[in-house]
């Protein structure tokens, strides 16, 4: 059983359209963070959140960590072909050395 | 430049037989670490580095063994390879574990 659960492990959508994909646990997390992988190559951090409720943008991006920082959502906004990729969410538990990672979303924005 | 490359990129290697692959940074970063990644489990951590000498066992360590003798390199070593260590494998540097990390392009070994 992972620790972070992804969901949905797989989406499927049109360019334009909008999706939210969800990173949930039972456990606390002093901090989590997003990454975007492509084939081949090895996971690109896009941003880390630290304070429960905070919401950062990236361009269409939007990211949200849970009040209880516990859970994390990742919303994109008119989707792109470039957006396509494996979607990682990692949490840092008390030692921010021990970061947990969840088995991903995979991505893929039909042109 | 990459700040991070790992070495080789893929490697097949026999049942039984020792391999140690290669971890190199330019970033000066204190923290180095060696992930794998297997389908339906996303990335596990084997063991990392909080500075030259100093190291510590991640959640699959069992099997593996690591060095870190300067800054800049970090080995990991598979003592006597088996099938279930047929993986990728990604190293990743951090100046702080809760500011990120930047991760190498990873090693792809598969043990026949």
């Known amino acids: 059983t992972q620790l972070l659960e992804q969901s949905p492990q797989f989406l499927s959508i049109q360019e334009g359209e909008n999706l939210t994909v969800y990173c949930n646990s039972s456990?606390?997390?002093?901090?989590l963070q997003w990454y975007r992988q492509e084939p081949g190559e090895g996971p690109v951090l896009l941003v880390t959140?630290?304070?429960?409720?905070e919401v950062k943008k990236l361009k269409r991006l939007t990211f949200q960590f849970g009040d209880a920082r516990k859970d994390s959502s990742l919303h994109i906004t008119a989707a792109q072909p470039g957006d396509t990729g494996l979607y990682l969410c990692?949490?840092?538990?008390?030692?921010?050395?021990?970061?947990?990672f969840g088995a991903g979303t995979r991505l893929t924005v039909k042109p | 430049d990459a700040g991070i490359t790992q070495s080789p990129r893929h490697k097949v290697t026999e049942t039984g037989t020792p391999v140690t692959l290669r971890c190199h940074q330019t970033e000066n970063h204190r923290y180095m670490y060696w992930y794998r990644q297997d389908p339906g489990h996303g990335l596990r951590l084997i063991h990392y580095s909080y500075g030259v000498k100093d190291t510590d066992k991640g959640e699959v360590s069992d099997g593996y063994s690591v060095s870190r003798s300067k800054t800049e390199d970090f080995l990991l070593t598979l003592e006597s390879a088996t099938s279930s260590q047929t993986s990728v494998y990604f190293c990743?540097?951090?100046?702080?574990?809760?500011?990120?990390?930047?991760f190498g392009s990873g090693t792809r070994l598969t043990v026949v």
């Open positions: 959140v630290v304070t429960g409720g």
């Open positions: 990743a540097i951090s100046v702080a574990g809760n500011y990120g990390y930047t």
């Open positions: 456990s606390v997390f002093s901090s």
């Open positions: 990692a949490g840092a538990l008390t030692n921010n050395n021990d970061m947990r």
